[in-house]
């Protein structure tokens, strides 16, 4: 099976959109960079004003469950 065969995304429409990257593969590196991009954020935000740390990661949290 040749690789355009496969689409890289494919999206299915319905009830519940749901989107597939890789055919199929899970995305590591995406997810990855995403968590490291958090991290990073985090640590700056605790470093450089700690009193607001607390709102910020309400704020990432209250993001990553809306999606």
């Keep these: 099976m040749k690789k355009a065969d496969k689409p890289d995304v494919v999206i299915i429409k319905g009830n519940n959109n749901k989107v597939s990257f890789g055919g199929g593969k899970p995305p590591f590196l995406p997810l990855a960079i995403v968590i490291l991009a958090i991290a ?11 009193d607001m740390l607390a709102d910020f990661v309400r704020l990432v949290i209250s993001m990553a469950l809306s999606s």
């Design 40 to 50: 990073i954020a985090v640590l700056a935000v605790s470093l450089c004003c700690p």
